[in-house]
C-alpha cells in the first residue's frame, strides 16, 4: 500500500524495510517493478540528477518537493520516503514544509539537525538539541494525516566536532520523546547502531553501511535503511561506459546488447495503459 498508512503498515510489520533511492522517475518505477516495499528520494539524488550539483545545501524546498512529487506519481503502491533537509527554516516556517511534501504524496519525510557543512570537508554546524526538539514538535503539529511519519535525523554523530555517537544517542531520545515517529543517527554505521540499540527505544532509520549485509543491518536494530545512491551510482557507471563505447565504435550496433529494448520500455512506460485509453474513449 501507498502513502502514510502503508508506511505505517510496515512499520508495525516485522522485518526491516529496505528503501533504494531513486533519482527520478523512472528508477522510482524500477525499484516498485523489483519488488521493493518503499523507495526514497533523497536531497544527494535530487541535486544530482535535477541540478546537476552536489548535495551542499544548494537545493531548495519547491525543487525538492516537486521532484518528490514526480517519485509519488511513478509509483503505484509503495510508499516514498524524502528527505526534507532541515526544513528549510525555523519553526516559523516548518509547518509549510511539512504540508508541502504531504500535497506531495509522500508518506513521510527526515527532518535533520545539520545546519551547514553537509559533504564538505568544514566542521559542520548542528542546531543545538533544544531548537532541534521544537522543530520536530512543529513539525508533527504541522501534519495534517496523522499517519504521516516524521523522522528525526542527528547529524552530531558522524560530523567533525558534531559530539560523537553517545552526542547522537541523546539527541535520537530528546528527539523521539518531542514526538518523531523515528530516529534517524545518520552516518553511524550497522556495528555502532547495534551497540547502542538497547539505549534506543524509538524505531532507527539508517543510511546503508558499507560492507554489512541487509541482515547485519537488521541485526544491528535498524527498521528502516536508506541506500540512497545506489541507482543515482549505477546509472552514473552504466550509462558513461556505453557513450563510451559508442563514440569509440562509433556503431549503435557495437552497445545495443547493453541496452533495453524499444518495445520492453514501451511495456515498462506505459504505452499500452495509454492505447487502451485510446481505445476506449474512441480517440482518432
Same mark, same amino acid.
Given at each position: 500500500?501507498?502513502?502514510?498508512?502503508?508506511?505505517?503498515?510496515?512499520? !508495525?510489520?516485522?522485518?526491516?524495510?529496505?528503501?533504494?533511492?531513486?533519482?527520478?522517475?523512472?528508477?522510482?518505477?524500477?525499484?516498485?517493478?523489483?519488488?521493493?516495499?518503499?523507495?526514497?528520494?533523497?536531497? @544527494?539524488?535530487?541535486?544530482?540528477?535535477?541540478?546537476?550539483?552536489?548535495?551542499?545545501?544548494?537545493?531548495?524546498?519547491?525543487?525538492?518537493?516537486?521532484?518528490?512529487?514526480?517519485?509519488?506519481?511513478?509509483?503505484?503502491?509503495? #510508499?516514498?520516503?524524502?528527505?526534507?533537509?532541515?526544513?528549510?527554516?525555523?519553526?516559523?516556517?516548518?509547518?509549510?514544509?511539512?504540508? /508541502?511534501?504531504?500535497?506531495?504524496?509522500?508518506?513521510?519525510?527526515?527532518?535533520?539537525?545539520?545546519?551547514?557543512?553537509?559533504?564538505?570537508?568544514?566542521?559542520?554546524?548542528?542546531? $543545538?538539541?533544544?531548537?532541534?526538539?521544537?522543530?520536530?514538535?512543529?513539525?508533527?503539529?504541522?501534519? &495534517?494525516?496523522?499517519?504521516?511519519?516524521?523522522?528525526?535525523?542527528?547529524?552530531?554523530?558522524?560530523?567533525?566536532?558534531?559530539?560523537? *555517537?553517545?552526542?547522537?544517542?541523546?539527541?535520537?531520545?530528546? @528527539?523521539?520523546?518531542?514526538? +518523531?515517529?523515528?530516529?534517524?543517527?545518520?552516518?553511524?554505521?550497522?556495528?555502532?547502531?547495534?551497540?547502542? !540499540?538497547? !539505549?534506543? #527505544?524509538? #524505531?532507527?532509520?539508517?543510511?546503508?553501511? #558499507?560492507?554489512?549485509?541487509? +541482515? &547485519?543491518?537488521?541485526?544491528?536494530?535498524?527498521?528502516?535503511? *536508506?541506500? @540512497? $545512491?545506489?541507482?543515482?551510482?549505477?546509472?552514473?557507471?552504466?550509462?558513461?561506459?556505453?557513450?563510451?563505447?559508442?563514440?569509440?565504435?562509433?556503431?549503435?550496433?557495437?552497445? /545495443?546488447?547493453?541496452?533495453?529494448?524499444?518495445?520492453?520500455?514501451?511495456?515498462?512506460?506505459?504505452?499500452?495503459?495509454?492505447?487502451?485509453?485510446?481505445? !476506449?474513449?474512441?480517440?482518432?
Amino acid at each position: 500500500m501507498r502513502g502514510p498508512r502503508g508506511f505505517r503498515e510496515l512499520l !508495525r510489520a516485522l522485518g526491516i524495510i529496505v528503501a533504494p533511492g531513486a533519482y527520478d522517475a523512472v528508477s522510482a518505477r524500477l525499484v516498485e517493478t523489483a519488488g521493493f516495499q518503499a523507495v526514497y528520494i533523497g536531497s @544527494y539524488a535530487t541535486a544530482a540528477s535535477r541540478l546537476g550539483l552536489p548535495d551542499a545545501g544548494l537545493v531548495g524546498m519547491r525543487e525538492m518537493a516537486d521532484h518528490a512529487a514526480s517519485v509519488v506519481g511513478a509509483v503505484e503502491g509503495i #510508499p516514498v520516503i524524502a528527505d526534507a533537509e532541515n526544513g528549510f527554516g525555523n519553526v516559523t516556517t516548518l509547518w509549510r514544509t511539512v504540508r /508541502e511534501f504531504e500535497r506531495a504524496g509522500v508518506a513521510g519525510i527526515h527532518l535533520e539537525d545539520h545546519e551547514f557543512g553537509k559533504h564538505l570537508d568544514v566542521p559542520g554546524r548542528v542546531l $543545538s538539541k533544544a531548537e532541534m526538539v521544537e522543530k520536530v514538535k512543529a513539525a508533527v503539529d504541522a501534519r &495534517q494525516d496523522p499517519d504521516f511519519v516524521i523522522i528525526a535525523r542527528t547529524d552530531a554523530g558522524w560530523l567533525r566536532g558534531g559530539g560523537g *555517537l553517545d552526542e547522537a544517542v541523546d539527541r535520537c531520545l530528546a @528527539y523521539g520523546a518531542a514526538g +518523531a515517529d523515528m530516529v534517524f543517527p545518520a552516518g553511524v554505521r550497522a556495528p555502532a547502531l547495534a551497540s547502542v !540499540r538497547r !539505549r534506543l #527505544p524509538h #524505531p532507527i532509520c539508517a543510511v546503508d553501511s #558499507p560492507g554489512s549485509t541487509v +541482515a &547485519q543491518e537488521e541485526a544491528a536494530g535498524i527498521k528502516l535503511v *536508506l541506500y @540512497y $545512491s545506489l541507482l543515482l551510482y549505477a546509472a552514473h557507471r552504466a550509462v558513461g561506459e556505453v557513450l563510451a563505447a559508442f563514440r569509440t565504435g562509433r556503431d549503435r550496433g557495437a552497445v /545495443e546488447g547493453r541496452l533495453t529494448a524499444e518495445a520492453a520500455f514501451d511495456e515498462f512506460i506505459g504505452f499500452p495503459r495509454v492505447q487502451a485509453l485510446v481505445a !476506449r474513449h474512441g480517440l482518432r
